[in-house]
């Protein structure tokens, strides 16, 4: 498909596709914005059908990060990039060589880290021919982990939207959908803070565990929507508030890690007429690319991320505000912020 035709093309500054033949590497590096620093993001490693929809998803999660990385003040752009899995056999560790060789060749205005589908020696095979990678668990400014970071920034925005409703966590029903990484660690913020849970993961072992220590309430997957609940957490998938589910809803709330949550803009006026608060999906769960940003820009501290966690929590404030001013929805007033503040 043409690029710059492309209709997920958005003024991309570049995009990049490698291919190898030893390998079988095919990957695309996509960087939208460097306005603000280096782009970061991670890679993803996915079977893709066809190049077409590998090289749409690079730019549509390349764009997304601009926006995340510029709503939680990091002086970092966007960018993303995808190795599509090669069919049959293949040679993990050379496929990451190569691909770290050309993370090398872009020569910094790209940083990866880990995504979907990726493991942690899979950085570190790519950390072996380029510095522009984070997110290790050892090295200079080392940062981890990231998903405690993000759980925190989740449940802060929890809080201040609970806050901006006159409502009080202790004794308030939360329903969290996935309990992952991100999603248990929220649980247990929340179960700490008094709350009452309701939990569903596709993993029954993750939704006992949850019953175990915190005395969540398990149901099915499919029945966490409509669950009578103050506040619904997606700390799993992406595209899961869309025409069927809204509609499901009983909470007014909605904050969770989960990327891309709205199946198109159209469900942000939907929730909106509904009355239920959003909390915009890349201004909640920054947590984890702030955690990765110390370790960028070398000067990670748990105070430095404190700072920034606290930044998100005082950008959603400011997003709530303009969306009581003007009526506008929160996730258009935070696609304006953003593109306001890549100078887009
Ligand atoms: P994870 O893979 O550790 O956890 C996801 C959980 O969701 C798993 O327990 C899985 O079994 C469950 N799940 C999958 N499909 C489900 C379904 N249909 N119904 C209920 N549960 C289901 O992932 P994570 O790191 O916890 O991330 C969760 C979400 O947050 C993802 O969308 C991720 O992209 C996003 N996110 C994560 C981070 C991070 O720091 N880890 C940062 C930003 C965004």
Redesign the pocket.
């Known amino acids: 498909m043409a690029i710059f035709e492309h209709p997920s093309f958005d003024e991309h500054e570049s995009v990049h596709s490698f291919y190898d033949p030893e390998t079988g590497l095919k990957a695309f590096v996509a960087v939208h914005s460097t306005h603000l620093g280096p782009s970061a993001g991670g890679t993803r490693f996915w079977r893709y059908e066809n190049s077409d929809l590998a090289l749409r998803d690079v730019l549509r999660l390349s764009r997304g990060m601009s926006y ?1 990385n510029a709503m939680a003040g990091l002086k970092l752009g966007g960018g993303k990039a995808v190795v599509m899995k090669p069919e049959g056999d293949f040679d993990r560790n050379a496929l990451f060589t190569k691909f770290g060789e050309f993370i090398n060749s872009i020569g910094g205005a790209y940083y990866t880290a880990e ?2 589908g990726m493991t942690t020696d899979d950085m570190r095979t790519i950390r072996t021919k380029t510095k522009f990678v984070a997110g290790l668990d050892e090295g200079d400014a080392a940062s981890g ?3 405690p ?3 925190d920034g989740v449940f802060r925005c929890i809080k201040l939207a609970a806050n901006k409703r006159g409502l009080d966590l202790a004794g308030a029903t939360i329903a969290v ?8 660690t929220v649980c247990r913020l929340l179960h700490a803070a008094g709350a009452k849970l309701i939990v ?4 029954q072992q ?1 939704a006992n565990n949850a019953a175990d220590e915190f005395g969540a309430k398990i149901v099915a ?1 499919d029945e ?1 929507y409509a669950q009578t609940a103050d506040v619904f957490s ?5 595209a ?1 508030l869309n025409p069927e589910t809204v509609n499901l809803l009983k909470a007014n709330i909605i904050a ?5 949550q709205l199946s198109t803009p159209e469900i942000g006026l939907a929730l909106q007429d509904r009355d239920i608060l959003y909390c915009p ?1 890349y201004v909640v ?5 702030i ?1 990765i940003a110390g370790e960028i820009e070398g000067n990670y501290s748990p105070e430095w991320v404190e700072t920034k966690l606290q930044g998100i929590e005082k950008t959603l404030g400011q997003i709530f505000d303009l969306a009581t001013e003007t009526g506008r929805t929160t996730d258009a007033i935070a696609d304006e912020m953003a593109r306001a503040r890549i100078g887009r």
């Open positions: 995340k995504d979907v982990d990231p998903s970071i993000t759980a959908q996935g309990l992952g990484h991100v999603g248990y569903t993961d596709i993993n993750a997957p966490i997606p700390c799993a998938l992406g899961i969770g890690a989960a990327n891309n999906d769960n920054a947590g984890g690319i955690n």
